[in-house]
């Protein structure tokens, strides 16, 4: 399967971290397993559920592909439906679960988030699926700013300076938004899975921005995206400044988290988490009127 997102380590001395492989054994991704913890949709289906066996973390799709999660995160598994294209399995291991095994073994702080850079410096917005913030990016890249990601960004700070790493150049748009900002692509866009109709558009092929990598840029601002249904009797743009405890709930909401019963990893994403919003960096929410 195709990983065009990363980067390219063939002909290098660079190792590879992680090691991925799609079995073509059906038996794991069928087999009955005690789930220790679900992810739900708003109208409490289950997205996603959690186990662990003899060292072994499992991820499972329902309907869709198993993940087995091994090696202290140097191995992953897809256990997948006979029929799931292609296209979803390279969807799921990019944007769902290689973020949770690198927060997880590899002790980074990981967040559902759309990356710009403006002036060279990162702003970024966090929200939940289908709240906006890849259409704001693509709005700021039709401007001519430099989209970075769309969905996963690592954020450290060191020395009280807040950095935003994106982990892979790409971004995913519904058709009204491409319609929108269709003079700027060179391409349509490409399946991202079965179950969306969201296209997947590589960066490569934005036509106001440069490729620029995975390094880490200095985070100017942090925006909380609200809910649309908040905003329907709003009829301009509201940003206001967040801290504190709100900021704390935020940032806990919209990470990304591999093992909810690990208590020694949960302490720790706590203390990173609390460094971010004891930082200094600029936190608001934004809330205005979707059209």
Known sequence: IALPEL????????????VIQVSVDPFEYSRTRE??????????S???S???????????????????????????TCHARPSLTSETIRHLLLDQVLPRLFAHFFSCTVFHASFVSVDGKGVCFLADSGWGKSTIAAGLGAAGHTILTDDCLKIDVRNNCVTGTPAYCGIRLLADSIEKYGGSFK???ETVAEY???KRISLTTWGTSESSGQEALPLQALFLLT?????????????????????????????????????????????????????????????????
Request: net charge neutral; charged share 20%.
């Open 7 to 18: 980067a390219d380590i063939s002909g290098t001395n660079a190792l590879a971290d992680v």
């Open 46 to 48: 289950v997205t996603l």
């Open 187 to 189: 391409t349509s866009g």
């Open 227 to 291: 809910s649309p249904q908040e905003t329907i009797d709003l009829h301009t743009p509201e940003i206001v400044s967040v801290g504190g405890m709100s900021a704390m709930k935020a940032l806990l909401k919209n990470s990304f988290c591999l093992d909810v019963h690990d208590q020694q990893w949960q302490v720790a994403h706590f203390r990173r988490i609390s460094a971010i919003a004891a930082s200094g960096l600029p936190i608001y929410s934004l809330r205005y009127p979707r059209k």
């Open 50 to 76: 959690f186990a662990r066996d003899e060292g072994i973390l499992f991820l499972h799709f329902p309907d869709m592909a198993r993940f087995a999660i091994g090696k202290n995160g140097h191995l992953v």
């Open 196 to 198: 969306t109709s969201k």
């Open 35 to 44: 789930w220790l913890h679900h992810w739900r949709a708003p109208d409490q």
